[in-house]
């Protein structure tokens, strides 16, 4: 298994707190991802990295920041949690290689906001 | 705009008969295809690719057949069993593109 830990596992907070989700690898991959999953909508990108301090926003991107100081560390940020911001929260890793695409997911964070 | 589409929601099938999961895709730059499988609480998982130079990947089990004139992909589980029930995510990908796009899932019940 790809060695890709989540904190918290679960969190349920309140509209208008900020929440930080956070990301742990230790596969050493250039590339790091953060996907919600809802039911009837799949896997959707919010923001992913590129490198240390290189990041850009995915198809979801609005309330959510990420940063990245730290090959191994990706962080998401909620500013001000809405109730539309329920829902399971995935990383993944890629190492991107010619011809091969895979990425590798962590164990999820379940996020309730109330 | 839904640019990969799995169009079942749901599929039941025997244990030990062939599982056949669709997935149907709209944009042409796609060039590379994965088949991921996830349980309850836990992350997805790769299970199989394959690049749109090859029309067939097999891997054991598991079959991923394209059909790059119709845009459309199938995972083929033979024979399918209880540990094979789970959601199926298709995700597709343009050459040298680092995002995925993925469908919205089939919840693959194997009845035994």
């Known amino acids: 298994d790809a060695g890709i830990t989540q904190s918290p596992r679960h969190k349920v907070t309140e509209t208008g707190t900020p929440v930080t989700l956070r990301c742990h690898q230790t596969?050493?991959?250039?590339?790091m991802y953060w996907y919600r999953q809802d039911p009837g909508h799949g896997l959707r990108l919010i923001h992913y990295s590129y490198g240390v301090k290189d990041t850009d926003k995915g198809e979801v991107s609005d309330g959510y920041s990420v940063s990245r100081s730290k090959t191994e560390d990706f962080l998401l940020t909620l500013e001000s949690a809405t109730s539309s911001q329920t829902s399971v929260y995935f990383c993944a890793i890629s190492a991107l290689g010619v011809s091969s695409y895979e990425q590798y997911f962590g164990p999820g964070t379940r996020l309730t906001v109330t | 705009d839904q640019q990969v589409k799995q169009n079942s929601p749901s599929l039941s099938v025997q244990e030990g008969r062939i599982s056949i999961l669709n997935c149907d895709y709209t944009n042409s730059m796609f060039d590379y295809f994965l088949w991921y499988k996830k349980y309850p609480a836990e992350g997805p998982t790769f299970l199989i690719s394959i690049s749109s130079i090859k029309d067939k990947n097999e891997d054991g089990r598991f079959t991923v057949f394209l059909n790059k004139s119709a845009k459309h992909l199938s995972l083929h589980i033979v024979p399918s069993q209880p540990g094979d029930s789970a959601v199926y995510f298709c995700a597709a990908v343009p050459e040298g593109n680092e995002k995925l796009t993925f469908g919205t899932g089939t919840r693959l019940t194997i009845i035994p």
């Open positions: 596969e050493n991959h250039r590339y």
